[in-house]
C-alpha cells in the first residue's frame, strides 16, 4: 500500500464544507484523518466533527485553587507567623481577607488559563502546518489524507459537494 495524499479542499460556504465532511465519512476516511481550517471559529457541532477535549478548565481551576492558597496563607499565615498586634484590630480581620483571597484566585485562575490556552494549542509549533492564505479572504479549508489510489475518487466526490477547487498539498512553516 502506498503512502496517503494529502489533499485539500477550499470551500466558500459552511454548508457545502459540512457536507462534504459527511460525505468523507461515507467514503470510509476516519475524523482524525480530516483537519478544518477557517479563518473564524466554528464550532465543531455545526461541521459535525467530534467535541474537541481540552485541558483548560482543569488547568484553570487548579490556579484557582492555588491562588485560594496563597490568598490564605497571606490572610492567616503571615500574622500567625508574625504576630503584630494594633490598638483593638483583630490579628486575623475577615473583610480584607475575603478580598485578598478573591483577587488571588481570580490572578491564578486568570493566569493558569493563559498559560492553559497556550499548552492547549502547542504553542509555539516548530513543525510545519498545513495553511493556505484563501483562508484569511473567509473560506473553509478541509485538510485530508486519503489512499493515493483512490485520490480521483475523493476529489470527484468534493468537487460534487461544492468544492472551489481539490488539490494535493503538504504542509508548509508558516
Known amino acids: 500500500m502506498s503512502e496517503p495524499t494529502t489533499l485539500l479542499a477550499l470551500f466558500e460556504d459552511i454548508d457545502p464544507a459540512a457536507e462534504a465532511i459527511e460525505k468523507l465519512r461515507e467514503l470510509g476516511l476516519p475524523d482524525d484523518q480530516m483537519n478544518v481550517i477557517s479563518g473564524v471559529p466554528i ?3 455545526v461541521l459535525g466533527r467530534p467535541r474537541v477535549k481540552t485541558n483548560v478548565p482543569r488547568i484553570a481551576m ?7 492558597l496563597v ?3 497571606l490572610i492567616y499565615g503571615i500574622p500567625y507567623l508574625y504576630p503584630l498586634h494594633v490598638g483593638g484590630q483583630p490579628l486575623f480581620p475577615i473583610p480584607p481577607g475575603l478580598i485578598v483571597t478573591f483577587e488571588m484566585t481570580m490572578l491564578g485562575l486568570m493566569g493558569f488559563s493563559f498559560i492553559g490556552m497556550f499548552l492547549d494549542s502547542r504553542f509555539p509549533s ?9 483562508i484569511s479572504d473567509g473560506k473553509i479549508a478541509v485538510f485530508f489524507k486519503c489512499p493515493s489510489e483512490r485520490q480521483a475518487e475523493f476529489e470527484k466526490a468534493m468537487k460534487e459537494m461544492g468544492a472551489e477547487s481539490v488539490e494535493p498539498k503538504e504542509a508548509q512553516e508558516l
Not at 62 to 68: F, K, T, V
Not at 126 to 134: K, N
Open 71 to 73: 490568598g490564605v496563607f
Open 126 to 134: 516548530y513543525e510545519p502546518m498545513d495553511y493556505v492564505p484563501e
Open 62 to 68: 487548579s490556579g484557582a485553587i492555588l491562588g485560594i
Open 43 to 45: 464550532p465543531t457541532r
